[in-house]
C-alpha cells in the first residue's frame, strides 16, 4: 500500500527535527518529551521495524531529560549520572513499545 506523500514528509520532518533537538547543544532537548504524541502516532503507522525506532526516540528523549534532571541535582555523581538515565530509557522503551503495539491497526481491526 502506498503511503500519502504528506504522511511521510511528515514522518521524516519528525525524525529530523528530534534528531536535531537531540543533537543541540543548548536546551532544545528539553523541548523533545513535547513530540512524544507525533512519535507514537508516527509508530502506529509503521511497520514492525518502524515501530521499534519509533519507539526509541522517546525513550531516548526522556532519558535525555533525566540525564539533565541528576545532572542538576546531584552533579556528577557515580553511578546516578548514568545509573538513573539508562533505566529510564529501558522502562520508556518498554511502555511506548507496549503502548504502539496495543493499537497498532492490524490488532484494532481483529
Do not use: K
Amino acid at each position: 500500500m502506498q503511503r500519502p506523500t504528506a504522511e511521510v514528509l511528515a514522518r521524516w520532518s519528525l525524525a529530523a527535527v528530534t534528531l536535531l533537538l537531540m543533537a543541540s547543544m543548548g536546551g532544545g532537548f528539553l523541548l523533545l518529551p513535547a513530540l512524544i504524541p507525533a512519535h507514537v502516532w508516527a509508530a502506529r503507522r509503521s511497520g514492525r521495524v518502524g515501530r521499534i525506532g519509533w519507539s526509541v526516540l522517546p525513550a531516548a528523549s526522556v532519558a535525555m531529560v533525566a540525564w539533565a534532571a541528576v545532572y542538576v541535582t546531584v552533579r556528577e555523581s557515580e553511578p546516578a549520572i548514568w545509573l538513573l538515565p539508562a533505566f529510564v530509557l529501558v522502562a520508556t522503551f518498554a511502555v511506548v513499545a507496549r503502548f504502539v503495539a496495543s493499537g497498532t491497526p492490524q490488532q484494532l481491526a481483529s
